[in-house]
């Protein structure tokens, strides 16, 4: 079992920054791929960024590219998401997810997931 807590979340001016975090606890956070997603009202559920389980491996979706950085501190149990140059149309609710699977991040089945950040990006 892994239990993730997400955090950072907030409004925040359209061509801001926002720093979202997830705490991993339970097995070991090396051993998981990590993903970060969002959902905005109305829509499906999107991949946002993808991370290996030692880093070695980023994955991102086209819409974020150049904006958004996934990084991970092992030591830490913690999973980032930088999102700079943020947009309205990145308002959601963002999730992060750990998959046993350490690459196509983009497309594994993600086994846990935490329980969601809001992120509103006013215009």
């Known amino acids: 079992q892994v239990q993730l807590v997400e955090s950072g979340g907030g409004l925040v001016q359209a061509g801001g920054s926002l720093r979202l975090s997830c705490a991993a606890s339970?097995?070991?956070?090396?051993?998981?791929?990590m993903g970060w997603f969002r959902q905005a009202p109305g829509k499906e559920r999107d991949f946002v960024a993808g991370?290996?389980?030692?880093?070695?491996?980023?994955y991102y979706a086209d819409s974020v590219k150049g904006r958004f950085a996934i990084s991970r501190d092992n030591a830490k149990n913690t999973l980032y998401l930088q999102m700079n140059s943020l947009k309205p149309e990145d308002t959601a609710v963002y999730y992060c997810a750990a998959t046993i699977r350490n690459s196509d991040l983009r497309r594994a089945m993600y086994e846990y997931w935490g329980q969601g950040t809001q992120v509103t990006v006013s215009s």
């Open positions: 991370i290996s389980g030692y880093g070695s491996g980023k």
């Open positions: 339970g097995r070991t956070f090396s051993g998981y791929g």
